[in-house]
């Protein structure tokens, strides 16, 4: 670490977890400054210095926060702690001078609540509701390929499993920040009793001024104004047939769904246990249960144009519960004849090394390759090699296998950065894809080797990784290793080529880094003797040393 910390921005710089003004510079500040102070406070477990918040208090006023309001949609679509940043824009009095949004939310903060037993004004209300909603995003899943059990598993219930389902349905969400959103305005309006409706008006005011587009601003009125339908029928009503069909057809799609489940559920719970208890909480999975199996059913008959439905059926009875729920139904359709393939590839050349089946997908700032062949050992650690040959850089890998045949599907989450190129990384272009796609044939079908590959790239053999610490944790169903060191290009596919030769099989991996640090976690078959592999890793790591 350096002397003065490391540096974030030209000003600001963390040290001993401490965000503050690099030699107490606060003429330097703007809102563009701390809006990336905000975003690292947020993703982590850091405090802002105490002279760098007088300060900020202190002269609140002399700032430009128009910049800094119309990224409020960016900011809480940031993995971390959204309820922390919250609360301190209020107590820093930042909020107060974003717009009509931040206004209402600071006058909600002063409004006590119409129950008179309740503990919070309104304001505090939602910002717990919203330490709910960080607590599901960032439950980690006992066993990162089934979740705990799925919806509707014959299973007693318990906080832990509880929290895993709800973040198994929260990970389907394409865009999680109008849920966000929706959650913080949702009361913006009360004690008004039509402040669902009245809530809904201002949203789509305050929504744009917040940077959301079009369609997210609609999310969010939507959510605001039926944000007691689903509590409602949980406590109140008899579900028949019509009732359940009249909530679908407001509803309207899956996403909807899934998003207004998860922001009353966290609003319910931030009422306290005595509004919220076992029977309504119970109710209310039940209704949401229920009302998917009508969404998943109406999307089922799209599909023929792709594969008839009991093709479809027979295909996910073979696929983790995971991804029965995080894989949307145009991917799965595309992945059934991925599977179809590359099955018959496999069955066609069973003396000879199969090759795979690649498709691309962008999204917005990255390209998803979905990648279909049997499974082999070290796939990973060759594919990401491929990836650092090209100056692609993993920032996800999911591997999903098919129980009856052994073959897999790979997701990767991919962004360029070419050499000499300064600025964000970014998909990939059209002709980097073919590229990749010949390539990807080529290597598994060990046409050409990964060596070959280097040598065309130009790529030094003689790079090294700096590995910090590395932690070997058994499970019932997986083993988890988890591996600091070097935030640097190609530490992937290092690390997994190390896995790679004591057999170990990566079967998922998340990675993520700060400040020049990379901490990496392998997902691989269960082992019996934790210490001894341990122990075997870090030997082949000093091997691979000298």
Known sequence: MLANGIPISDVLAVRTDILYCMDNNFGELDADELFILFTYFQQYDFEIDASLATFISRYVHAFDWHSFQNRMAELINIPGDVEKTLTRLHRLNILSYLG????????????RSERSLDPYTVGKHTLVAIGHLDEIRQTESSSPFGG????GAPTTPSPTSELEELNTAFRSLSDPSPLYMALFLHDIDKPDPSHPMTGAEKAERIAPEFGFNSQQTDDICFLIREHLAMIDLARYHHWDESTIAEFCKKVNSLERLTALYLLTYCDSKANGSQNFSHVVKHNLKSLYEVARTRFVGQ???QWGAFAPVEEFQQFLHHMPVSYRISVSPEEIAMHIKMTTQAEAASTETEATPSTGIVQFIDRPGFTELHLCSPSRIGKLHTVSGLFFANGIDVRDARVYTKQDTNIELEIYRLVHQPLHHKGEPMPLDEELKRDLDFDIRSLLAEEVTLDEVFEKHYVNLNDTWQVDDVAVEAARSYSEIVVVGEEKMGFLHYFSG?????????EMCKCSGLGGQAIDRFYVQPVADPKAVHADIMAALEAENF
Not at 498 to 506: D, P, S, W
């Open 100 to 111: 009509e949004g931040g206004e209402l939310f600071e006058k909600a903060m002063m409004t």
């Open 148 to 151: 705990a059990g799925g919806f």
């Open 299 to 301: 999307e089922e008959t």
């Open 498 to 506: 190390i896995l790679a030769k004591l057999g170990l099989n990566v």
